[in-house]
């Protein structure tokens, strides 16, 4: 049974700080590739940051310096560090793993960045 569990998202004001979690089993971990996809309301769903079996990141331009992934793979687990929040950061985050011609989600948690 593969499972990636989020941590409760929240309500935060413009300019704060949330951290989001993902607790992965079921796979093997370290070789999977980590991500952390949202979807605004009435928007399609984006890829904010991926983070390697190998540790290199990439990130959306949009979250480049205020969004920061990172796996710890003693814990199965996958952070999203998210500082200097917007309000156009409001969406329903969702974390995925994947290697290749494999993906497996998460359950989405709501993140709301208010003015």
């Known amino acids: 049974q593969v499972q990636l569990v989020e941590s409760v998202g929240g309500l935060v004001q413009a300019g704060g700080s949330l951290r989001l979690s993902c607790a992965a089993s079921?796979?093997?971990?370290?070789?999977?590739?980590m991500a952390w996809y949202r979807q605004g309301p009435g928007k399609q769903r984006e890829l904010v940051a991926v983070?390697?079996?190998?540790?290199?990141?990439n990130y959306a331009d949009s979250v480049k310096c205020r969004f920061t992934i990172s796996r710890d793979n003693s814990k199965n687990t996958v952070y999203l560090q998210m500082n200097s929040l917007k309000p156009e950061d409001t969406a329903v985050y969702y974390c995925?793993?994947?290697?290749?011609?494999?993906?497996?989600w998460g359950q989405g948690t709501q993140v709301t960045v208010s003015s």
């Open positions: 079921g796979i093997i971990f370290r070789v999977f590739a």
């Open positions: 983070i390697t079996s190998s540790g290199s990141t």
């Open positions: 995925n793993g994947a290697v290749v011609g494999r993906n497996y």
